[in-house]
């Protein structure tokens, strides 16, 4: 089995930081891609940021100059350094994961958090 376990959502205030961790455990064999997408009140859920294995990130317009996403391949860990957080951030965050599991012969499959909050106020 995979698990991922998000950490570090909580209250704070515009304009403060908050960095978001997400670390997968179990049978890995490998992991590609990992993100974070996050879903507000009323609203869908959407990419926040992915970063590749190789480095390559990519950014909601949103987010671009504020967000950072860095990950730790030996700790299958990635984070997400959030800076100059904004009242309309306040979302609940989810971690994903392209994770190729030893238990399986399918290939790479998403594997999701359980869901940290963020919520900021103005």
């Known amino acids: 089995q995979v698990r991922l376990v998000e950490s570090g959502g909580g209250l704070v205030q515009a304009g403060g930081s908050l960095r978001l961790s997400c670390t997968a455990s179990g049978n890995i064999a490998s992991i590609s891609g990992m993100g974070w997408y996050r879903q507000a009140p009323g609203k869908q859920r959407e990419l926040a940021a992915y970063?590749?294995?190789?480095?390559?990130?990519n950014y909601a317009d949103s987010v671009k100059a504020r967000f950072t996403i860095s990950r730790d391949n030996a700790k299958n860990t990635v984070y997400l350094q959030m800076n100059s957080l904004k009242p309309e951030d306040k979302a609940v965050y989810y971690c994903?994961?392209?994770?190729?599991?030893?238990?399986?012969?399918?290939?790479?499959?998403?594997?999701w958090g359980q869901g940290t909050q963020v919520t900021v106020s103005s």
């Open positions: 994903i994961s392209e994770i190729l599991s030893y238990s399986t012969t399918t290939g790479y499959s998403e594997y």
């Open positions: 970063i590749a294995r190789g480095g390559y990130t």
